[in-house]
């Protein structure tokens, strides 16, 4: 060891002393918060909660940093963490699993996370300096990539901080997929694929930065010639084509008349053709006869209830909330713009901006139904938009931009409203604009627009007009996108965007140049529904078949065949009712009143709360559930109510039995009845057989038959 002279004399001399190396300095938001994001200590299902684990809460993904070093150092009186023998607290204890943690091992002894941990608390456990630099964006390498199936990628996550430092932030980053059945990737970042082709994008985040991963994956034999010269009907055939040809997958051919009309008539509205309807369509030669079949669907009445009704389930139509007139007034309003072809953006600006008396302005009920601010502003944020900001008022939203002021911002259009009046007399009235009131920050935060926060104050009296005209711009990134994908949804059993409702740059459409076209043509119809649905149908790939071939079997994505689509609950129970022959009575409402024209969701009916008719408390999507169940598979098969339907006196199969005494033209009937085809031929040999050997029991014969065409898959499925 050298003596204080000898070295300032070596110093003096010009010697160069290495000095000792200075302590890390620890910033709690930077160090600490990527470990307790890392092993999810801070998610909803642990310390993040609402009401935390045992004692112990952590802000939800860290979004509030002060409360989370609060928790961690100041309360239950400073146990979690002990400056004096660092690998004694109670916060390395339970990580490194040396005491019981219910969330088990986190940090190993010795690990680099521990050693951070420790250090830390060692150094007196630091918030850190206030000016210190924080991350402003990440990064993914690879971004995008053309995978094998069955192979694997390492992504790597480098966070920029705001001085334009960089680091490798992979350890700590979270990952997602968007599709486990074409890839997962593991909490390490490694992506493995499927043996499956299509598209899958992989989130990575940060401390509240997100950025995308894109795989291609396609089949590893290419397509011969013959496999790719397919017919082009409209300009959406060539954006899916393109789309299949990097996949290596060719679509099937295009489907007969019997599957393309009740296909049709199921997607546009919601009824069965009957057996006349079928013949007449199946015996016409006409060329342009598909193109007139939806012109002919698109005038009928059912087009208009069955539209009404998907609207009425997100707009929330409740009369349990709202009570019988009221409900009825608002899906009055939405049925009468349906059947007038109203323009969606007109559709959506007398939503945003609906003042007046419940009962006569129809949409003002709305506002009663959602009546926080907040709810009103996520609710229409998520219908017309497909953005779902509800999150981010108490938190950054996880998987996108949208931050606390986002969401606070799009509130206060909605602060100033309110109901007046009596139950029979109740009135919604606008104030002036205003600001809404950031409950983490008490930070006033004016109204304004997502994204555009510029806009802030200049929004004067009804503060809902500035916001109904941005939200139905034709140059608002979202709205035409959002309706497009959603109708698109409907049509071919799948959106471009899945959910529908869950619009965010770390859920990218899998065909986006496909995506902008079909906004662009709903903009430039001036928001007609009709015209958009026309054109759907008229491409090849909605006439596609649903048969598979080859190579699009495992395609789930990317529309190279038809998709089998599960009915809504009403739809399949007016298809019962229809192919039976025997309507169906709701409590409250005329005799002969179908499933789909239920503009009161609570009506109470088993068949439809059994196979998932939504409740309208919220606007997801979600609240019809289309998963199938056990329940469901045997109420078809044994319910007393369908039997009844089934042997009813006046019913399809007692009026078959009777009127027709060819067996084989009865089995023809039946057929178009419940599938709307004709029989194979084997199909008609067989069924025919069947009720020559029951003549004794002829008509049981017919209901038997009946039962197992109700109970096939053919028929409980569009297809």
């Given at each position: 060891?050298?003596?204080?002279g000898?070295?300032?004399?070596?110093?003096?001399?010009g010697?160069?002393?290495?000095?000792?190396a200075?302590?890390?300095?620890?910033?709690?938001?930077?160090?600490?918060?990527?470990?307790?994001?890392?092993?999810?200590?801070?998610?909803?299902?642990?310390h993040?909660?609402?009401?935390?684990?045992?004692?112990?809460?952590?802000?939800?993904?860290?979004?509030?940093?002060a409360?989370?070093?609060?928790?961690l150092v100041?309360?239950?009186?400073?146990?979690?963490?002990?400056?004096?023998?660092?690998?004694?607290?109670?916060?390395?204890?339970?990580a490194?699993?040396?005491?019981?943690?219910?969330?088990?091992?986190?940090?190993?002894?010795?690990?680099?996370?521990y050693?951070?941990?420790?250090?830390?608390?060692?150094a007196?456990t630091?918030?850190?300096?206030?000016?210190?630099?924080?991350?402003?964006?990440?990064?993914?390498?690879?971004?995008?990539?053309?995978?094998?199936?069955n192979?694997g990628?390492?992504?790597?996550?480098?966070a920029?901080?705001?001085?334009?430092?960089?680091?490798?932030?992979?350890?700590?980053?979270?990952?997602?997929?968007?599709n486990?059945?074409?890839?997962?990737?593991?909490s390490?970042?490694?992506?493995?694929?499927?043996?499956?082709?299509?598209?899958?994008?992989?989130?990575?985040?940060?401390l509240?930065q997100?950025?995308?991963?894109r795989?291609?994956?396609?089949?590893?034999?290419?397509?011969?010639s013959?496999?790719?010269a397919l017919?082009?009907?409209?300009?959406?055939?060539?954006?899916?084509?393109r789309?299949?040809?990097?996949?290596?997958?060719?679509?099937?051919?295009?489907c007969?008349?019997?599957?393309?009309?009740?296909?049709?008539?199921?997607d546009?509205?919601?009824?069965?053709?009957?057996?006349?309807?079928?013949?007449?369509?199946?015996?016409?030669?006409?060329?342009?006869?598909?193109?007139k079949?939806v012109?002919?669907?698109?005038?009928?009445?059912?087009?208009?209830?069955?539209?009404a009704?998907?609207?009425?389930?997100?707009?929330?139509?409740?009369?349990?909330?709202l009570?019988?007139?009221k409900?009825?007034?608002?899906?009055?309003?939405?049925?009468?713009?349906?059947?007038?072809n109203?323009p969606l953006?007109?559709?959506a600006?007398?939503?945003i901006?609906?003042?007046?008396?419940?009962?006569?302005?129809?949409?003002?009920?709305?506002y009663?139904?959602?009546?926080?601010?907040?709810?009103?502003?996520s609710?229409l944020?998520?219908?017309?938009?497909g953005?779902?900001?509800a999150?981010?008022?108490?938190?950054h939203?996880?998987?996108?931009?949208?931050?606390?002021?986002?969401?606070f911002g799009?509130q206060?259009?909605?602060?100033p409203?309110?109901?007046?009046?009596?139950?029979?007399n109740?009135?919604?009235?606008?104030?002036?604009?205003?600001?809404?009131?950031?409950?983490?920050?008490?930070e006033k935060?004016?109204a304004?627009?997502l994204?555009?926060?510029?806009?802030?104050g200049?929004a004067?009296?009804?503060?809902?007009?500035?916001?109904?005209?941005?939200?139905?711009?034709?140059?608002?990134?979202y709205?035409?996108?959002?309706?497009?994908?959603?109708?698109?949804?409907h049509?071919?059993?799948?959106?471009?965007?899945?959910?529908?409702?869950?619009v965010r740059?770390?859920?990218?459409?899998?065909?986006?140049?496909?995506?902008?076209?079909?906004a662009q043509?709903?903009?430039?119809?001036?928001?007609?529904?009709?015209?958009?649905?026309?054109?759907?149908?008229?491409?090849?790939?909605?006439?596609?078949?649903?048969?598979?071939?080859e190579?699009?079997?495992?395609?789930?994505?990317d529309?190279?065949?038809?998709?089998?689509?599960?009915?809504?609950?009403?739809?399949?129970?007016?298809?019962?009712?229809?192919a039976?022959?025997?309507?169906?009575?709701?409590?409250?409402?005329?005799?002969?009143?179908?499933?789909?024209?239920?503009?009161?969701?609570?009506?109470?009916?088993?068949?439809?709360?059994?196979?998932?008719?939504p409740?309208r408390?919220?606007a997801?999507?979600?609240?019809?559930?289309?998963?199938?169940?056990?329940a469901q598979?045997?109420?078809?098969?044994?319910?007393?109510e369908?039997?009844?339907?089934?042997?009813?006196e006046?019913?399809?199969?007692?009026?078959?039995?009777?009127?027709?005494?060819?067996?084989?033209?009865?089995?023809?009937?039946?057929?178009?009845?419940?599938?709307?085809?004709?029989?194979?031929?084997?199909?008609?040999?067989?069924?025919?057989?069947?009720?020559?050997?029951?003549?004794?029991?002829?008509?049981e014969?017919?209901?038997?038959?009946?039962?197992?065409?109700?109970?096939?898959?053919?028929?409980?499925?569009?297809?």
């Amino acid at each position: 060891m050298c003596r204080f002279g000898l070295c300032l004399g070596l110093v003096l001399a010009g010697c160069d002393c290495v000095p000792a190396a200075e302590p890390r300095s620890y910033h709690f938001e930077n160090d600490i918060e990527p470990i307790l994001s890392r092993y999810s200590c801070n998610s909803s299902g642990c310390h993040g909660k609402a009401e935390g684990q045992n004692g112990f809460k952590l802000s939800v993904f860290g979004y509030d940093q002060a409360a989370d070093h609060t928790a961690l150092v100041k309360e239950s009186r400073g146990r979690r963490v002990d400056a004096a023998a660092p690998e004694h607290s109670l916060l390395l204890l339970k990580a490194s699993g040396r005491i019981a943690h219910g969330g088990g091992v986190r940090t190993p002894v010795g690990s680099e996370d521990y050693e951070t941990l420790r250090g830390w608390i060692a150094a007196g456990t630091p918030l850190g300096d206030p000016a210190a630099p924080r991350v402003s964006a990440i990064r993914i390498e690879p971004d995008q990539k053309i995978m094998a199936m069955n192979s694997g990628v390492q992504l790597r996550v480098h966070a920029r901080f705001s001085d334009g430092r960089e680091i490798d932030a992979t350890r700590h980053a979270r990952f997602q997929s968007n599709n486990d059945g074409l890839a997962v990737v593991n909490s390490a970042g490694y992506v493995a694929t499927f043996d499956a082709p299509g598209d899958v994008a992989i989130m990575a985040s940060y401390l509240g930065q997100v950025a995308v991963f894109r795989a291609l994956i396609p089949r590893s034999k290419p397509l011969s010639s013959s496999q790719v010269a397919l017919p082009q009907f409209n300009f959406i055939d060539g954006h899916v084509d393109r789309k299949l040809a990097q996949l290596n997958i060719a679509a099937s051919a295009v489907c007969d008349d019997a599957e393309f009309m009740r296909r049709v008539y199921l997607d546009v509205i919601g009824t069965l053709p009957t057996s006349a309807e079928a013949r007449r369509f199946l015996s016409d030669t006409k060329p342009n006869k598909r193109a007139k079949l939806v012109d002919q669907l698109l005038q009928r009445p059912e087009f208009t209830d069955y539209w009404a009704l998907k609207w009425a389930d997100v707009l929330r139509v409740d009369r349990q909330a709202l009570g019988h007139d009221k409900a009825y007034a608002f899906y009055q309003w939405i049925r009468d713009g349906i059947a007038a072809n109203k323009p969606l953006d007109q559709f959506a600006r007398e939503v945003i901006a609906a003042e007046g008396p419940l009962a006569e302005v129809g949409p003002a009920s709305f506002y009663k139904v959602a009546s926080k601010p907040g709810d009103a502003a996520s609710s229409l944020s998520q219908i017309f938009l497909g953005v779902r900001i509800a999150c981010a008022e108490c938190h950054h939203h996880p998987f996108d931009r949208w931050t606390q002021n986002d969401y606070f911002g799009m509130q206060a259009f909605f602060a100033p409203l309110r109901i007046q009046g009596g139950k029979d007399n109740e009135v919604l009235l606008a104030g002036e604009a205003t600001a809404s009131v950031n409950a983490r920050t008490g930070e006033k935060v004016p109204a304004h627009v997502l994204g555009e926060e510029s806009q802030a104050g200049k929004a004067t009296g009804d503060s809902r007009q500035l916001l109904a005209h941005w939200l139905t711009s034709p140059a608002n990134p979202y709205f035409a996108r959002n309706l497009a994908n959603r109708i698109w949804a409907h049509m071919l059993g799948r959106g471009m965007i899945e959910p529908v409702d869950d619009v965010r740059a770390t859920n990218p459409p899998t065909n986006p140049e496909l995506l902008q076209a079909l906004a662009q043509r709903l903009i430039d119809s001036r928001f007609d529904m009709r015209q958009l649905i026309r054109e759907i149908t008229a491409s090849r790939v909605y006439q596609t078949s649903s048969r598979p071939n080859e190579t699009n079997l495992r395609d789930e994505q990317d529309y190279s065949r038809a998709l089998l689509k599960r009915l809504d609950a009403e739809v399949l129970l007016d298809m019962l009712c229809q192919a039976t022959g025997v309507p169906e009575k709701f409590r409250g409402l005329p005799a002969g009143s179908r499933a789909i024209q239920l503009w009161d969701s609570k009506v109470p009916h088993y068949f439809l709360k059994q196979f998932g008719r939504p409740q309208r408390v919220s606007a997801c999507e979600c609240e019809r559930r289309h998963e199938p169940n056990v329940a469901q598979v045997l109420h078809l098969l044994n319910s007393p109510e369908i039997q009844a339907k089934l042997s009813h006196e006046s019913g399809t199969a007692a009026r078959l039995a009777k009127q027709i005494a060819a067996d084989g033209k009865l089995v023809e009937e039946l057929y178009l009845i419940y599938f709307s085809r004709f029989p194979s031929t084997e199909e008609a040999k067989s069924a025919a057989q069947y009720l020559g050997e029951h003549q004794a029991q002829r008509r049981e014969a017919v209901e038997d038959l009946s039962w197992g065409l109700l109970n096939s898959l053919e028929f409980r499925f569009n297809h």
